[in-house]
């Protein structure tokens, strides 16, 4: 069961944690809440050649992780949770936003439109009568749509402030949960080191850069 090398086929275990990479004059451990986003951003940038030597160098590192770490991962998930959900509002918000600027976009073209038309030469008194009563119509109708695209977009623009001031607490938070994460990764980098060189034994690696035959 492959519950460590997310890269490889069969694999089983989590796409939450610390994942590890062997790669040019060092290794690099990175923290992902989706490690599949990293596999499949390989795929999609890298050369047919390098991919398979490029996901064969990934670990997960979770199983492997000391007590504090696993803790303080355990924290800074929940605090990515909290990050998430204000985020979520804030493009939620974004995109009503959007919806109700094209609104008032549309209402404001019409009544531009109206306006023009009332402009319009026309001849004969009935004809005339007709057009005035047929364009104070579109224009009453207009302004009505427009005044309620206003008050929707007005709407939308204090909830997509309200979204942004909740975010931007929500951002600090993770700031500070980040930082504080990698504090407490410092002492372990080296441990976490000595653990994928062991988990890779036999990578194309020349102790300068991986190996890519093409």
Avoid at 66 to 76: E, G, T, W
Avoid at 131 to 148: G, M, P, Q, S
């Amino acid at each position: 069961m492959n519950i460590i090398y997310p890269g490889r086929p069969n694999y089983t275990g989590p796409i939450r944690g610390i994942f590890g990479f062997r790669h040019h004059n060092n290794i690099s451990i990175k923290l992902s809440f989706d490690g599949l986003e990293k596999i499949n951003y390989k795929k999609r940038s890298k050369p047919d050649y390098e991919i398979g030597i490029w996901l064969y160098n990934i670990v997960c590192l979770n199983k492997y992780l000391p007590p504090q770490l696993d803790s303080s991962y355990a924290k800074l998930n929940k605090a990515r949770a909290k990050w998430s959900k204000p985020a979520a509002k804030w493009d939620e918000a974004q995109v009503k936003w959007g919806r109700a600027r094209a609104k008032w976009d549309e209402a404001l073209a019409n009544w531009d439109k109206i306006i023009t038309e009332i402009g319009s030469p026309v001849t004969g008194w009935d004809k005339l009568t007709a057009e005035l009563n047929r364009i104070t119509n579109e224009r009453n109708k207009a302004e009505v749509n427009w005044d309620k695209a206003q008050v929707n977009w007005d709407k939308a623009e204090v909830n997509w402030d309200k979204a942004q001031v909740n975010w931007d607490k929500a951002q600090v938070n993770w700031t500070k949960a980040v930082t504080k994460w990698n504090r407490v990764l410092k002492p372990h980098l080296k441990s976490l080191e000595e653990i994928i060189f062991k988990l890779i034994p036999n990578c194309t690696w020349s102790k300068e850069e991986l190996i890519f035959d093409e």
